[in-house]
Antibody, heavy 121, light 107 residues
């Protein structure tokens, strides 16, 4: 079955960087892209960006461009999301999810368990 | 940037029908999907491509999308359906976007 297993929680100081990993299993890795979604405490879901597991192409929400880098390692079926210059309002649960398509409409059926990133001095 | 608007909360009595709306400019020209999220859990896809139910999602969940509004309908709502629900659409200039979420209370 499809599984996405994320790395554990992190505590970082403001200005630092964090990398969250998402290891996929149960399907052919390069056939589906991976997207990142975050959720601040008590808030809604926020789409951050996605990466093609096939060729590494990425697209991201404008507010994250320049501060977030997504990469993929096809040898380990793992996707990484690095966020730099962390601020307190980056404190959130970060989710990875597999991108599926049906007649050109994309959706996220399989999700990781989430990784809590806490930014605090 | 493209925006999707949902009511913050919807209340329904057990066994009744709950309707959760999602509004956006010409949303009917795009495809909408819906996620259910319970406290402390990852989101679960309950509807995609406007009205398609993933396997394992009960038949009481249905969806529609026309004009500027997509709607998730839960018929015969059960206490286990109490959760936050998020709509999502894909838009060419901003890729995926989520609505702000609706808290469904079953009382």
């Amino acid at each position: 079955q499809v599984q996405l297993v994320q790395s554990g929680g992190e505590v970082k100081e403001p200005g630092a960087s964090v990398t969250v990993s998402c290891k996929a299993s149960g399907y052919m890795f390069i056939t589906h892209g991976i997207t990142w979604v975050r959720q601040a405490p008590g808030q809604g879901l926020e789409w951050m960006g996605w990466i093609s597991s096939y060729n590494g192409n990425t697209d991201s929400e404008k507010k994250f461009q320049g501060r977030v880098t997504m990469t993929t390692d096809t040898s380990t079926n793992t996707v990484y999301m690095e966020m730099r210059s962390l601020r307190s309002d980056d404190t959130a649960v970060y989710y990875c999810a597999r991108v599926d398509y049906y007649e050109s409409s994309g959706y996220f059926q399989h999700w990781g368990q989430g990784t809590l990133v806490t930014v605090s001095s | 940037s493209y925006e999707l608007t949902q009511p913050p909360s919807v209340s329904v009595s057990p066994g009744q029908t709950a309707s959760i709306t999602c509004s956006g400019d010409k949303l009917g020209d795009k495809y909408a999907c819906w996620y259910q999220q319970k406290p402390g859990q990852s989101p679960v896809l309950v509807m995609y491509h406007d009205s398609k139910r993933p396997s394992g999602i009960p038949e009481r969940f249905s969806g529609s999308n026309s004009g500027n509004t997509a709607t998730l309908t839960i018929s015969g709502t059960q206490p286990m359906d109490e959760a936050d629900y998020y709509c999502q659409a894909w838009e060419s200039s901003t890729a995926w976007v989520f609505g702000g979420g609706t808290k469904l209370t079953v009382l």
